[in-house]
C-alpha cells in the first residue's frame, strides 16, 4: 500500500509540474485553487483528470487496434449486458443533465446574472458545486465512446468525437479548480440543455433498436440535433468574443481558450455534418458526381 501510495505522489508531483508548467509558459497563467471547490474529490490535483484522459485514450486505441487486427464487425445482435449498460448510461445522463441544466439556471437568476459578462464570487457556493458537477459529468461521458468500442462501432469513433471528450474533461477541471461560476455558467447550462436532447436521442435509439420503421418515424431529428450541437458552440463563440471586447471581469485565459476552442469545435462539427447529411444525401451525391 505504501509503495502505491508512493509512486502515486511521484506521479502526481509530475504530472502537476507539467501541467503547471504549459500553463505558465503558453497562456503565462499562474493557476490557483479556489476554496469554493478546494477537498472535493478529484479536484486539487490535475494529476487524475490527466491520468483519466490517458486511460480513456489508450482503452480506445487499443480498442480500435484490436477490432482492427481481429477484423470485427459491428455486433449484429448486443449482449444483454451491453444492452443493459446502454439503456442505464443514457438514462443517468439524461437525468443527470437535466438536473445541472435547471439547477444552473435557477442559480443564475438567483445571483441576479446577466446573460454574460459575469464574474466569479467566492460566496456563491451552490453554483460553484453545479460547476464542479458538470466537470465529474466529464468522467461518465467518457463512456459514450467506450460503449462504441464494446459496440464495435468504428464509424462513430471520429477524431471529432475523441478530441472533444479528452480536451473538454481538462478544460473543465481548470475551470473548477480556479473559477467555478460567473461567465462558466452559461457554458454549463447551454451544454448540459443539449445533452438533456443529445442522451435522451440516444437512450430511444437503444430502446427502438429492433424496430427500423419506427425509429424512422420517431428518430428523423439527428440531423437537428447536430445543428442545435453548432449553434451551441456558436453562442458560446459569441459570448467569448463579447467578453473579450467588454473585458469581462472573469480570468481573461479562460475566455481565451473558450474563443479557440469553440473555433476548433465548429469546424470540425461542420466539416461532420456536410460529410454525414450534405455529401451522403442523394443530392449531395448528385452534387459530387457532377464536380467529379
Known amino acids: 500500500m505504501e509503495m502505491v501510495e508512493g ?15 504549459l500553463l505558465r509558459n503558453v497562456m ?31 482503452c480506445v486505441i487499443g480498442g480500435l487496434l ?3 487486427a481481429s ?5 449484429a445482435q448486443e449482449p444483454a449486458l451491453l444492452q443493459a449498460l446502454v439503456l442505464l448510461h443514457n438514462l443517468f445522463c439524461f437525468g443527470l443533465s437535466l438536473y445541472m441544466c435547471i439547477g444552473i439556471i435557477y442559480q ?3 445571483n441576479r446574472y446577466t446573460l454574460w459578462g459575469n464574474s466569479y464570487k467566492l460566496e456563491q457556493t451552490e453554483m460553484a458545486i453545479l460547476v464542479y458537477m458538470f466537470y465529474m ?20 469513433i471520429t477524431f ?4 472533444h471528450h479528452s480536451s473538454i474533461a481538462l478544460i473543465w477541471w481548470i475551470i473548477a479548480y480556479h473559477a467555478p461560476g460567473g461567465e462558466a455558467y452559461f457554458s454549463a447550462a447551454l451544454n ?8 435522451l436521442y440516444y437512450f430511444l435509439a437503444a430502446v427502438l433498436r429492433g424496430n427500423e420503421k419506427v425509429r424512422r418515424k420517431y428518430l428523423f431529428w439527428g440531423r437537428y440535433l447536430t445543428q442545435l450541437q453548432m449553434f451551441q458552440f456558436g453562442l458560446n463563440l459569441l459570448q467569448a468574443y463579447y467578453d473579450r471586447k467588454v473585458h469581462a471581469p472573469y480570468p481573461p485565459f479562460l475566455i481565451t481558450i473558450l474563443f479557440y476552442y469553440m473555433i476548433s469545435l465548429l469546424v470540425l462539427f461542420a466539416n461532420f455534418y456536410v460529410h454525414k447529411y450534405v455529401m451522403s444525401s442523394p443530392k449531395g451525391k448528385q452534387k459530387t458526381s457532377k464536380a467529379e
Not at 499562474?30 to 489508450?58: F, H, M, Q, R
Not at 477484423?71 to 455486433?75: C, G, S, V
Open 7 to 21: 509512486a502515486w505522489k511521484a506521479v502526481d508531483m509530475r504530472v502537476t509540474q507539467l501541467v503547471w508548467g
Open 28 to 58: 503565462g497563467v499562474e493557476l490557483t485553487g479556489t476554496p469554493t471547490t478546494k477537498g472535493l474529490p478529484l479536484i486539487d490535483s490535475p494529476t487524475p483528470i490527466v491520468v483519466a484522459i490517458t486511460i480513456y485514450l489508450s
Open 66 to 68: 484490436w477490432i482492427k
Open 71 to 75: 477484423n470485427l464487425k459491428p455486433r
Open 108 to 110: 443564475a437568476i438567483l
Open 137 to 156: 459529468s466529464k468522467y461518465v461521458e467518457f463512456m459514450d465512446t467506450i460503449i462504441m468500442v464494446l459496440k464495435r462501432n468504428t464509424r462513430q
Open 160 to 163: 471529432l468525437h475523441v478530441y
Open 192 to 199: 448540459s440543455g443539449v445533452h438533456v436532447f443529445m442522451y
